[in-house]
């Protein structure tokens, strides 16, 4: 996918992601305030979190569409994981301001009433509002392969099960006649919000230390160029990922006895053969030796490192 249509696709899907909790934000702390439901304020404010995090998907779409420069040779796109782990600090943020504020309600207790019957009927909405929008960004992060859309998705099914669980909570609040429940419900959910960020948080580092999901690339790579006629022993191959492309550097050997442009067309065959059986290619350096040369590898990977 040509970089210029995903940043189009990511900016579309993001304004998506931007009006809609923007709707949901308003109704349920709106109407949490009205029913006197901490809960459902609790699973507004954490709605209005989301579209902070949607602007940044946007501001970050545009990043992402600038062309190489020579402070940034390789371009932006790893601004998409940078964003990624931005929002996973927003999100952590947002949970343990609600964790606060519960904690200090179950320590300070206030004689409350119980809510309103109305706060059910806008969390039932919310679900079903933030399951549209948790498919939808999840549909276009695949399509993208943008890490910061699926951890918006991911944050909108978290959502999903934050009001699932708001609205469980409010049920046993009216069974039981206890508006303390509510609170508690509040709680518990302000810290499976942080547990969501630091999952996103840790799943980020990955890309920002140059590390890659599918080892299984290397095999691929290793039988790529031993099917090439002249070319053998890949070795040092190095992977790494910049937003949904990847970067492969590898060296090979070739009789010594070739010249620069016989050992260039060698090469070049692995190149396309690369490109043609790996999608998502963002650029590829080959490194000729000589057969029978033997240095030192103090990084990347071999075919014995497989085994």
Sequence with gaps: MAMDNRATIIIKASWVAIFGNAVLSVLKIVVGLFSGSIAVVADGIDSASDIVTSLITLITAHIISRPPDTKFAYGYGKADTVAAKVLAFIIFFAGAQ???????????????????????????????????????????????????????????????????????????????????????????????????????????????????????????????????????????????????????????????NLSLSEAHKISKKVELLVKHEIPNIYDILIHVDPKGIKEEEVYGVSEKDLE
Excluded: C
Aim: glycine letters at 6%; hydrophobic letters at 50%.
């Design 98 to 256: 609600l964790a606060l504020s519960t904690i200090n309600k179950l320590l300070y207790p206030v004689e409350r009433d119980l809510p309103n019957s109305i706060a059910v009927y806008i969390i039932i909405i919310s679900i079903i509002g933030k399951y549209l929008l948790a498919w939808y960004l999840s549909k276009k992060g695949k399509q993208t392969d943008s890490s910061m859309l699926m951890a918006n998705a991911r944050n909108m099914k978290n959502d999903v099960v934050i009001s699932v669980s708001v609205l469980i909570g409010l049920g046993f609040t009216f069974w039981f006649k206890l508006p303390i429940i509510d609170v508690i419900t509040a709680m518990l959910v302000s810290f499976y919000i942080m547990f969501v960020a630091f999952k996103i948080f840790m799943e980020t580092n990955r890309d920002l230390m140059d590390g890659i999901n599918d080892t299984g690339i290397y095999k691929t790579i290793i039988e790529i160029v031993k099917s090439v006629e002249g070319a053998s022993n890949p070795h040092r191959i190095r992977v790494r990922k910049m937003a949904n492309l990847y970067i492969i550097a590898l060296d090979m050997e070739v009789d010594g």
